[in-house]
């Protein structure tokens, strides 16, 4: 723009931060402002006053240079090449001989509307023998380019970079101009790899890794796998003295792809992307919901504990213990005499009583009873503090005396009772066992019961789940017989025996994860007769998180469940969407059964 000497230029300029207004002035500092200001002209009065008149411009702050809605859901992206190396032999001659070899790189990024946009870093310089860049590039990236970058790398989709070579114009001389007839041979494609997974990460704001060149770009154009290429070949130097810097390329049959320097030396450009915003927002863990399993599936009400035996139990267990030792002693005797009906002679139970006041067990007898005894006065006769006269002792002595032989005589009378019950179920035990069954015995049935449904007899299979339920209903009886109805079909069958399996046991979380996974199948509708159950996702989220919380983070199993609960529902699943993809292999399947012992139909 030209400016004729003596012109005025309007100019009007806007503050992005308005001014506040001044503080009021109080009336001595106005007269004395006025007095000092009275040698001022009018003009300057004049002036002032027209400013005050003037009506506040509105506010400019915040300052928003996009729509809020658009500002919502830009991003901005800086694409920083590091390093390149090794070099190809060929770029280093033609560099040492010249000196004049720069290098632009280019990212190539979705634009929201089916084209391309570029992110072009120049200044690649060749030092050490490997090439570097000081500075990257930003651009900025609308909604529609952000969705369109997110869809590109959720289906694990390498992002394309762009290079090639330059000849430098500060190094060609006004009598010397370089030429490079080989730009096509080191135009070429890049391929970045690493990108898709750590942008993918939650939270993630940048991403390193190496891109590896895969052919040139003329190439790459001709195939398909890009529209255009995003730098554009130099204009064909003109002059008396054009130097080309390094030969052109030999020419290549049609249908065969050139040949790529930078292939051949194996060159990787190391490059690093920074983000603004993350692609996928850090991740939360998810909130819980209001009930929890107890709330759902009552447990069982545990058996109550045996009560605490007293000083009377105690006294009359000990009592039993002597009498079945007198009554041995008492069959030892018998036994030599010959004929046990007509008792002991008197020279026998005088030798009876002499050998249990020489080997000590009557003092220890007694002794033992004596420490009882005590225990069982204090229990029954509670001391008030007073000292008891002659009749209150008397009285307590009678009635101590009639309670102790109530004792020994019920403790004598029920150890032959006693003696015969054992003997019985000694004898007993054989059928006992046979008819009650024990853990090997159902191992048997659950085996049995395999074999059957191989053979394709689900009705035998059937009763032999309900036999062993019945020999021992355990919670992992009932998750088997659940299991066996989950592949059978019978949906309602295996929701109640997984709900009994986990009213019996809580914490038993085989149950509760095949039974989260049935109600996320009710849910859907899959084999319902009736359709699709909504009430399941309820209970289905309590059991997920109940999984969650009892297996730690690092259990695969319920985030899997939560994220798929959260995907069949429709919620946002942002917070479990790192654990979304894993279900999705075979290999991850199979570890899930195995640890969580789950039946093949889940």
């Known amino acids: 723009m030209q400016v004729l000497p003596g012109s005025t230029i309007a100019l009007s300029i806007r503050l992005m931060h308005q001014p506040g207004p001044s503080p009021p002035q109080s009336a001595a500092s106005r007269v004395s402002t006025a007095n000092t200001s009275s040698s001022g002209s009018k003009a300057d009065a004049k002036a ?120 430098s114009h500060s190094a060609s001389a006004a009598d010397n101009t370089l030429s490079d007839p080989a730009f096509s041979a080191y135009h070429a494609l890049l391929q970045l790899d690493s990108a898709a997974e750590q942008l993918q990460e939650p939270g993630a704001v940048a991403c390193a890794g190496l891109a590896l060149p895969v052919g040139c770009m003329s190439w790459a154009v001709q195939q398909g796998k890009v529209s255009a290429a995003g730098l554009r070949p130099p204009t064909p130097a003109t002059g008396l003295r054009v130097k080309a810097i390094e030969d052109a390329p030999p020419t290549i049959p049609d249908g065969q792809a050139p040949v790529c320097p930078w292939q051949t030396a194996g060159t990787r450009f190391a490059v690093q992307i920074r983000l603004a915003k993350p692609l996928q927002p850090p991740w939360q863990p998810p909130s819980k919901p209001n009930k929890r399993l107890s709330d759902i599936i009552a447990p069982r009400a545990a058996p109550a504990p045996p009560p605490a035996p007293t000083a009377a139990d105690r006294f009359r267990a000990q009592v039993q213990e002597v009498a079945r030792e007198l009554a041995r002693s008492y069959a030892a005797s018998t036994s030599s005499n010959g004929d046990s009906s007509k008792g002991l002679a008197p020279d026998q139970q005088q030798s009876l009583v002499f050998d249990l006041n020489q080997s000590g067990r009557y003092l220890a007898i007694k002794d033992q009873l004596k420490l009882l005894l005590l225990d069982l006065v204090r229990e029954r006769y509670k001391t008030t503090g007073s000292t008891p006269d002659t009749a209150q002792l008397q009285q307590l002595h009678n009635d101590l005396y009639v309670y102790l032989m109530d004792e020994l005589h019920a403790a004598t009378a029920e150890a032959p009772k006693q003696a015969a019950t054992n003997s019985d179920s000694q004898q007993q035990q054989p059928q006992e066992e046979q008819r009650v069954g024990s853990s090997a015995e159902g191992a048997k049935l659950l085996q049995l019961a395999a074999e059957c449904e191989f053979a394709g007899d689900l009705q035998r299979c059937h009763v032999l789940h309900q036999r062993r339920l019945l020999l021992c209903p355990t919670a992992e009886a009932w998750y088997h017989y659940g299991a066996f109805c989950m592949r059978t079909k019978a949906h309602t069958r295996a929701e109640a025996a997984f709900r009994e399996a986990l009213a019996i046991e809580q914490q038993h979380w085989p149950s509760a994860a095949a039974l989260a996974c049935l109600g996320l199948s009710m849910a859907q509708g899959n084999d319902i007769p009736d359709g699709p159950d909504s009430a399941a996702f309820d209970w289905a989220e309590v059991l997920g998180h109940t999984l969650k919380d009892a297996a730690g983070p690092a259990a695969a199993l319920p985030w899997a469940l939560l994220a798929l609960l959260n995907r069949v529902q429709g919620k946002q699943g942002a917070q479990c969407a790192i654990s979304c993809c894993v279900p999705q292999t075979g290999t991850f399947s199979n570890k899930l059964r195995s640890d969580y012992s789950l039946p093949s139909s889940v």
């Not at 506010?59 to 590091?82: K, R, S, T, W, Y």
């Not at 190396?85 to 033609?94: H, V």
């Not at 050490?128 to 990257?136: N, R």
């Not at 609308?142 to 289906?155: H, R, T, Y």
Request: glycine fraction near 6%; hydrophobic fraction near 50%.
């Open 48 to 167: 002032a006053a027209d400013a005050a008149a003037v009506p506040a411009s509105p506010v400019l702050e915040p300052f928003i240079a996009v729509h809020p809605d658009e500002a919502a859901g830009c991003n901005v992206l800086e694409f920083a090449p590091q390093l390149a190396r090794p070099l190809p032999p060929q770029m280093m001659a033609a560099h040492v001989a010249n000196g004049a070899l720069t290098c632009t790189m280019a990212l190539h990024l979705p634009d929201g509307r089916h084209g391309q946009q570029h992110v072009v870093c120049i200044g690649g310089s060749i030092k050490d023998e490997q090439l570097m860049w000081t500075k990257g590039c930003r651009t900025y990236l609308s909604p529609a380019a952000v969705q369109a970058l997110k869809a590109l790398l959720e289906v694990d989709q390498p992002l394309l970079v762009e290079v090639a070579r330059t000849v």
